[in-house]
């Protein structure tokens, strides 16, 4: 029989990057005193150093408030959302784990791309949603603007909703009241089968893969044997509890309603993904709870180590980033001109980026990528149709029937001034019209169908300088669509550099040809003889530029026998050199694949 | 036998493409800098922590800059004589002073050649007026002549004159101005640098506005010069210098030889006994007792290489057998063949060297050739 848990509120914060629900999060955290003061970090949650330079949230995380009102005692389960639409499916999970979500509006800027999307999504979930306009301490905040948006855009009373600047803590209590008395408690059976929520799995080299869940229905306590019910797989739970902000706190059980963790000595994410549902064996549900999917990467690359010796290092740190990314995908691949490699799938353009510079910054690793490239797929002639996410499985032309290319259900929020600006971005990138909204006197709703392939290298970038930072941009995938491919090649000095090959719609080559040839030529140093730069569809060479030869380099003066310098000067031509890739004679820098990837930068 | 070097770091005026150390020319301040460089030749208390048991003879003095001639005649022979009185110094020494057209007279080439100076050298940059003006040179081509014939005059024959190639609004034909000046006036030796454009300087803020000669352009003048002086008798022997035979600045050789040297003075390098030290950028420091400080070790076969690749003479592979008492590095060679099919190197069963179209590139010809 469910049971109203009425000593329990199961929440989410969602904005729009940047309105602030970290740091919300933390003043929540601080006066609960679920963190004492004194070690209080800016922003506690948000763990990774990437996600405290960046202002993101990359993974979801859950923490457990313990707060009273009138005389009774409450336990807040604060379950974080990541911050990104590749992370899309991470947060519909969190959400899927609340009764109620906390929308803060930063009353200096409004309602924004992802406060709408947000907002739609935790509708999609039936939550209830707590309005909260923050940052009222700026100078240039209108909460009274903000709070009539609210009801025009949302529908919500913006009139109630607590007015609070999280950065100074001013009237965040108001906060944890309206969560109290407006999101309601969760229900459940604990003795019905056990039905448990994953919204989140982290590795740790120590206990293996902690699993966050939401108990819907049951109770799962150490010793039970836990079932993954999408994957099948079981194992025996070493020990459930409860979140504290930076630590965990064992239990002897969870029960519906309660959100926690479990451990059970599992090896890798992938076996516990988000989204799944937890059983036991003794007593197995009959049914998932709703909504599992398999995240798919979307966007793909081939990252190299810059140093062919640290391929084995590069395989390792892949490895260990993916025992806690079930959404990263590589597998081994060559290149003529890179040598060996990994093809990796992400989830989006800042996925990539992130895990990039992790590799980068965590493991230390020197890399070359390749450009991101999405799935197409390929229908032969002879009835076949191929899914190419590497640009050199591209077939040859004549057996093509015809390609498709995903396509995206893009959706941009601009101050109406930029309407046209936008527009023209949107049509250069091959965009489909498809609506437009006006949702207040100063904000425009832009509805396009983007083909994932132009918003993948710098359409947030280009948007972003456009329009002076003042639109925003959230986009979901919608399907595949009949589109004319051509694959360009880049030949160095006459030979095809194959890491360097993209597949692109028709009417962009020639454009993009002429762009990519100005570039390389530009970042490829001279060298003693002269480079050819030519891009070339099949056969057909459509642009072309030349590097010219270098005729001097020279140290003309030794001054006051200063011998060093000139030694220093030889070492360091010699380390630069060891930083580029040799193909055939020519030398590449890293710069210039780095270059082509952003190609609109002016 | 070793080389001198005293630096003299003061100028009239800094020029705009000058990135060397140098302050603006004050007499008290000079005149106690020239104490202090007494002081050290005298009690080598400066450099002593390198210099302890090194038997000093100089067969090289060399007066740079800085504009040495800017402290004049007299202190410059004060030097001297200190320094002929503190070391051995052999009776044919070369004793170089770098001299400002502007700030030499008469008197002053007199009262060097007493005090011994046998060579000067002159930066003269250009014969332009035109190209001498945008340089910052204060002097015109009427008073180089002039220094020249006082220097004659006074029994300096052996000079040199620095030029420069690649300036603004030089073209070959300017520069064939600047040379015929050079052979009609006699010169024994010519400096010609090509202009680079170095960081915290004003022409490096200046560059986009500067009416530089391409780059092309300026390798075309440097090949130009080459061939020119050489029709003239005077011959290049190292990248930037070039000398009617036996005219050769002995005391710069030392550097390209890999010999030793001792350089007193704010930036001034040493090389003694394998160790490479220098004094710090700061003259008031070098006045009050600063010490030398220790750069590199030096002397090691790939540093002969580097240096003995910059002139003409190359690299001969059997001194270097009998140098380092090994086999000349093979893969060297290989590499070396590669550019000679360029036309950027010769190479034949003893000898390496690079050619005129080499030394341009050189910094790239070096830096792969010494990675073997």
């Known amino acids: 029989m469910k049971v109203k848990k009425d000593n329990i509120r199961n929440f989410s914060i969602i904005a729009h990057i940047d309105h602030g629900k970290s740091t919300l999060a933390d003043r929540l955290l601080e006066i609960t005193n679920t963190v004492a003061k004194r070690d209080m970090q800016q922003q506690i949650l948000d763990d990774m150093d990437l996600e405290r330079e960046r202002g993101i949230t990359i993974k979801a995380h859950a923490v457990t408030l313990n707060y009273s009102l009138d005389g009774k005692d409450y336990e807040l389960n604060l379950i974080d959302t990541p911050g990104h639409v590749d992370f899309n499916y991470e947060v519909s999970r969190s959400l899927a784990a609340c009764e109620g979500a906390v929308l803060i509006v930063d009353s200096t800027q409004g309602i924004e791309a992802q406060?709408?999307?947000?907002?739609?999504?935790?509708?999609?979930?039936?939550?209830?949603?707590?309005?909260?306009?923050?940052?009222?301490?700026l100078p240039a905040a209108d909460p009274d603007t903000v709070a009539k948006d609210i009801e025009e855009i949302i529908g919500l009373d913006g009139s109630s909703a607590p007015r609070v600047s999280a950065k100074?803590?001013?009237?965040?209590?108001?906060?944890?009241?309206?969560?109290?008395?407006?999101?309601?408690?969760?229900?459940?059976?604990?003795?019905?089968?056990?039905?448990?929520?994953?919204?989140?799995?982290?590795?740790?080299?120590?206990?293996?893969?902690?699993?966050?869940?939401?108990?819907?229905?049951?109770?799962?306590?150490?010793?039970?044997?836990?079932?993954?019910?999408?994957?099948?797989?079981?194992?025996?739970?070493?020990?459930?509890?409860?979140?504290?902000?930076?630590?965990?706190?064992?239990?002897?059980?969870?029960?519906?309603?309660?959100?926690?963790y479990i451990t059970a000595s599992i090896k890798t994410v992938?076996?516990?993904?988000?989204?799944?549902?937890?059983?036991?064996?003794?007593?197995?549900?009959?049914?998932?709870?709703?909504?599992?999917?398999?995240?798919?990467?979307?966007?793909?690359?081939?990252?190299?180590?810059?140093?062919?010796?640290?391929?084995?290092?590069?395989?390792?740190?892949?490895?260990?980033?993916?025992?806690?990314?079930?959404?990263?995908?590589?597998?081994p691949e060559t290149s003529g001109a890179l040598g060996f490699g990994f093809r990796c799938g992400f989830l989006g353009l800042l996925h990539l980026e992130i895990i990039q510079e992790r590799l980068e910054r965590e493991y230390n690793l020197d890399l070359v990528s390749t450009v991101p490239s999405v799935i197409y797929k390929i229908h032969m002639r002879n009835g076949d149709v191929l899914e190419i996410d590497n640009p050199t499985k591209y077939p040859d032309p004549a057996e093509i029937d015809f390609s498709e290319e995903p396509v995206t259900d893009a959706h941009i929020f601009s101050p109406p001034e930029y309407v046209g600006t936008i527009m023209d971005l949107c049509q250069e990138r091959r965009g489909v019209y498809r609506g437009m909204n006006y949702i207040s006197s100063d904000r425009v709703e832009i509805t396009y169908d983007l083909p994932l392939n132009?918003?993948?290298?710098?359409?947030?970038?280009?948007?972003?300088?456009?329009?002076?930072?003042?639109?925003?941009?959230?986009?979901?995938?919608?399907?595949?669509?009949?589109?004319?491919?051509?694959?360009?090649?880049?030949?160095?000095?006459?030979?095809?550099?194959d890491a360097l090959s993209f597949i692109i719609h028709s009417d962009k080559a020639y454009g993009r040809a002429r762009k990519i040839a100005e570039k390389l030529k530009d970042?490829?140093?001279?060298?003693?003889?002269?480079?050819?730069?030519?891009i070339a569809i099949g056969g057909k060479i459509i642009a072309r530029e030349t590097v010219k030869a270098l005729r001097k380099d020279v140290l003309a003066k030794c001054y006051g026998g200063d011998i060093t310098r000139k030694k220093k000067l030889l070492e360091k031509q010699k380390e630069g050199k060891k930083r580029m890739r040799s193909f055939g004679t020519v030398e590449v820098p890293q710069e210039a694949f780095m270059a082509i990837l952003k190609l609109d930068e002016q | 036998m070793k080389g001198l070097y005293i630096h003299i770091p003061f100028c009239r005026s800094k020029c705009p493409y000058c990135d060397f150390y140098s302050l603006r020319y004050n007499e008290d301040f000079s005149k106690r800098y020239c104490g202090a460089l007494i002081d050290e030749i005298k009690s080598g208390?400066?450099?002593?922590?390198?210099?302890?048991?090194?038997?000093?003879?100089?067969?090289?003095?060399?007066?740079?800059?800085?504009?040495?001639?800017?402290?004049?005649?007299?202190?410059?022979?004060?030097?001297?004589?200190?320094?002929?009185?503190?070391?051995?110094?052999?009776?044919?020494?070369?004793i170089t002073a770098e001299c400002n057209p502007s700030s030499v007279s008469f008197d002053f080439f007199r009262k060097a050649a007493e005090a011994g100076v046998n060579r000067i050298s002159l930066g003269m940059q250009s014969a332009v007026d035109r190209e001498r003006k945008a340089l910052g040179r204060i002097a015109d081509k009427e008073k180089v002549k002039e220094a020249i014939k006082n220097s004659k005059d006074n029994g300096i024959t052996n000079i040199s004159l620095d030029i420069m190639l690649g300036v603004p609004n030089q073209t070959i034909k300017s520069l064939d101005e600047t040379i015929d000046f050079c052979i009609e006036s006699g010169v024994t030796h010519i400096s010609a640098y090509m202009l680079t454009i170095e960081e915290n300087t004003p022409f490096y803020k200046l560059q986009k506005k500067l009416p530089l000669p391409k780059e092309e352009e300026t390798c075309e003048m440097y090949l130009h010069t080459i061939d020119k002086l050489k029709e003239n008798g005077i011959f290049q022997y190292e990248i930037s210098n070039f000398a009617k035979p036996s005219f050769e600045s002995r005391h710069n050789l030392k550097y390209w030889n890999d010999k030793e040297y001792l350089g007193l003075g704010p930036s001034a390098h040493s090389f003694i006994g394998g160790r490479r030290f220098y004094f710090s950028s700061d003259t008031e420091a070098f006045v009050n007792g600063g010490k030398a400080v220790f750069e590199d070790f030096g002397g090691d076969e790939k540093e002969y290489l580097m240096l003995r690749l910059r002139l003409t003479a190359g690299v001969d592979i059997s001194k270097f057998k009998e140098k380092f008492g090994k086999d000349f590095p093979l893969k060297l060679k290989k590499k070396a063949i590669l550019f000679k099919d360029k036309g950027l190197l010769n190479i034949n069963d003893n000898n390496i060297s690079l050619t005129p179209k080499g030394f341009l590139v050189s910094n790239i010809i070096i830096s792969e050739l010494l990675s073997y």
Do not use: W
């Open chain 1, 115 to 137: 406060t709408l999307a947000n907002t739609y999504l935790a509708l999609d979930h039936d939550l209830e949603l707590v309005p909260v306009i923050n940052k009222i301490d």
């Open chain 1, 168 to 260: 100074t803590g001013k009237n965040v209590e108001a906060v944890l009241e309206e969560i109290i008395n407006l999101v309601p408690c969760p229900e459940g059976d604990d003795d019905a089968p056990l039905k448990a929520l994953v919204f989140d799995s982290v590795y740790d080299n120590y206990k293996g893969v902690i699993v966050y869940v939401r108990i819907m229905d049951g109770k799962i306590k150490p010793g039970d044997t836990m079932r993954m019910m999408a994957t099948g797989a079981e194992f025996t739970v070493v020990e459930v509890g409860k979140m504290a902000a930076t630590s965990l706190t064992p239990t002897k059980m969870l029960c519906a309603g309660e959100v926690g």
């Open chain 2, 45 to 94: 208390g400066r450099t002593r922590d390198f210099t302890k048991n090194t038997d000093f003879e100089f067969d090289t003095v060399y007066f740079g800059g800085g504009t040495p001639s800017i402290i004049g005649g007299d202190n410059i022979s004060e030097i001297l004589k200190a320094v002929k009185s503190c070391y051995k110094i052999t009776a044919d020494a070369e």
């Open chain 1, 523 to 534: 970042n490829i140093p001279r060298q003693m003889f002269e480079i050819p730069v030519q």
């Open chain 1, 454 to 497: 132009e918003i993948i290298y710098d359409f947030f970038d280009a948007l972003k300088s456009r329009t002076k930072g003042y639109a925003s941009f959230d986009y979901e995938l919608k399907g595949y669509a009949r589109s004319n491919l051509v694959k360009l090649d880049v030949l160095l000095n006459g030979s095809a550099v």
């Open chain 1, 270 to 331: 992938r076996d516990a993904r988000v989204g799944d549902t937890v059983t036991t064996a003794e007593n197995p549900a009959s049914e998932p709870l709703e909504g599992y999917k398999k995240v798919n990467p979307m966007v793909f690359c081939g990252i190299y180590p810059a140093d062919g010796a640290d391929y084995e290092a590069l395989k390792e740190a892949l490895e260990k980033l993916q025992l806690n990314d079930a959404a990263l995908s590589f597998e």
